[in-house]
């Protein structure tokens, strides 16, 4: 059975599962710690988890200035998840949480072919934009 929930303080075990999310999507470095995962999903303006079983299978994240605007990332299912919904059902209720809570922008980047996901849940390129990093990290 799938449960969703907002994490905002995860215990050790749910640490360790979301260090396993991130690291299977390949954004966890040698030098990051169950630390920066933890402070992750703190300091968010919220946090997503997919569990089954009490494994996580999925997961995604909004951070915001909380008065209005607002970046959904991290959104990723394990791979033996995809095709079921899920990556949708996360970014749908990132939204419809954003929404209640007043924020009136929401913008994200598509990587890895995934913006047809996001195009069909209602995000689109943003004309004359390009995503832009600062030298040196990674992606």
């Not at 991130?22 to 402070?39: K, N």
């Not at 997961?59 to 990332?73: C, K, P």
């Not at 209640?100 to 913008?107: A, T, Y």
Request: net charge positive.
């Amino acid at each position: 059975m799938l449960s969703f929930r907002f994490l905002k303080r995860p215990g050790p075990a749910a640490v360790r599962q979301i260090i396993s999310l991130y690291s299977r999507q390949g954004w966890w470095g040698r030098g990051d710690t169950p630390e920066l995962a933890a402070a992750l999903v703190r300091n968010s303006h919220c946090f997503l988890a997919v569990f089954e079983n009490g494994r996580a299978v999925g997961m995604g994240r909004a951070v915001s200035d909380r008065v209005s605007d607002a970046y959904i990332q991290d959104v990723t299912v394990l791979k033996e998840y995809r095709g079921r919904g899920l990556g949708t059902a996360i970014v749908l209720l990132l939204k419809k949480k954003l929404k209640s809570d007043g924020v009136k922008w929401v913008g994200l980047i598509a990587q890895d072919g995934s913006w047809p996901l996001y195009r069909k849940l209602g995000f689109r390129p943003v004309k004359n934009s390009v995503p832009m990093m600062l030298k040196g990290n990674r992606v």
